[in-house]
C-alpha cells in the first residue's frame, strides 16, 4: 500500500510570495492593524509627545480635539491620552509575545515528548494537561494572582503557564501521526537518535500549527491582561498598558468618555488584526492547502 507523504518542500518561497501577491483583504487589514501597534510600540521613546506619567491638575479632562498639544484629550490627572497609549502598547503587546514565548515553549516541548514516546511519558503530561483544563483558566489565574504580588513578571509567568495546554494536545494530537509516517521509520532504522528524528524530522511539521496558536494566543493574552489589569490584578502603576487605562476610565464613563474608549478601541483593533492574520497564516502554512 502507498503511503502518501506531505513533503516541507510544498511550502515553497514561491509559494508563498503567490499568496502574499494573492493576499485576502481581511489580512491585508489585519496586517495593518498589527504592524502599526508594533511600530507604535518600537518608537514610542520618539513619537511621543509628551511624558506619560506627568501629572498637571490644571489640565485634567481636557476632551479630544480641542486642544492640539493633546489631541486625544488627557485623563483626570491631566496626563496626555495619546502618550499613555503609546507607552500602553508596549506593555500590553510585550505581555502578549513574552506570554506566548512561554507558554509555547512549555507546550511544544511536552507536545513533541508525549506524542513521541507515548505510554508513561504520555500518560503523565496527558494526565497534567486534563487536571489543568478541568479548571477554568482565568479562575485559576485569579486564584494564582490573588497569593502572589501582582507585577508585569509575575503576569507574564502566570500567563505562560496557565496556556501551555493548547500547544501541548495539538501538537501532541500531530505528532501522534507524524511518528507513524515511513520518514521517521526510515530515520530510526538507519540509527538515528531520538531528539534528533524529533527536532530534524517532527518539528519542522508541526511548526505550521505551532505559528497558527501562537499568532491566535498572542490575541487570547493581551484580552486576558487587560482584564486582569482591569481588576487591578494585571500591570500595576506606575507600568502603563491599555487594560490598566480602561480601570482609570470607568469611573468617568459618562463624563469623560474618551478615557475608556480609546484604549478599548486600542485593544479591539489589535486583537482583531491578530485574528484575521491568524486566519489567514493558518491558510497559508496548510500543505493541505497547497494549490
Known amino acids: 500500500m502507498t503511503e502518501f507523504i506531505v513533503l516541507p518542500q510544498e511550502r515553497t518561497p514561491a509559494r508563498a510570495a503567490r499568496l502574499f501577491r494573492n493576499i485576502p483583504a481581511p ?14 510600540a518600537i518608537l514610542a521613546s520618539w513619537i511621543m509627545p509628551h511624558n506619560p506619567a506627568d501629572i498637571d491638575p490644571s489640565k485634567a479632562l481636557i476632551p479630544p480635539a480641542t486642544d492640539w498639544a493633546y489631541p ?50 504520555d500518560a503523565a503530561i496527558m494526565r497534567l494537561v486534563d487536571a489543568l483544563l478541568a479548571i477554568p483558566g482565568i479562575l485559576l489565574i485569579l486564584v494564582i494572582l490573588g497569593v502572589v504580588k501582582p507585577g508585569l513578571t509575575t503576569l507574564v509567568v502566570v500567563l505562560g503557564v496557565t496556556n501551555w495546554v493548547i500547544y501541548a494536545r495539538q501538537i501532541r494530537a500531530e505528532v501522534l501521526e507524524l511518528r507513524e509516517r515511513l520518514f521517521v521509520e526510515a530515520a530510526k532504522n538507519v540509527g538515528v537518535s531520538d531528539l534528533r528524528i524529533i527536532a530534524r524530522h517532527i518539528a519542522p511539521n508541526v511548526m505550521p500549527t505551532f505559528i ?15 482584564s486582569l489589569s482591569f481588576l487591578g490584578l494585571g500591570v500595576q502603576p506606575p507600568d502603563i498598558s491599555w487594560g490598566l ?6 469611573d468617568y464613563v459618562t463624563s469623560a468618555w474618551w478615557l475608556s474608549t480609546f484604549p478599548g478601541l486600542a485593544i479591539t483593533g489589535t486583537v482583531l488584526g491578530i485574528l484575521l492574520l491568524g486566519d489567514w497564516l493558518r491558510d497559508m502554512l496548510d500543505p493541505r492547502l497547497a494549490v
Open 212 to 226: 497558527v496558536l501562537s499568532t491566535l494566543s498572542v490575541a487570547t493574552i493581551i484580552i486576558t491582561e487587560s
Open 27 to 40: 489580512a491585508v487589514l489585519g496586517l495593518i492593524l498589527v504592524i502599526v501597534p508594533v511600530l507604535v
Open 72 to 121: 486625544l484629550g488627557t485623563d483626570n490627572l491631566g496626563r496626555d491620552m495619546l502618550s499613555r497609549l503609546i507607552e500602553g502598547s508596549r506593555i500590553s503587546l510585550l505581555v502578549g509575545i513574552l506570554g506566548v514565548v512561554l507558554a509555547g515553549s512549555i507546550g511544544l516541548v511536552a507536545g513533541l515528548a508525549a506524542g513521541y514516546y507515548g505510554r508513561f511519558v
Open 245 to 250: 487605562m480602561l480601570t482609570t476610565g470607568r
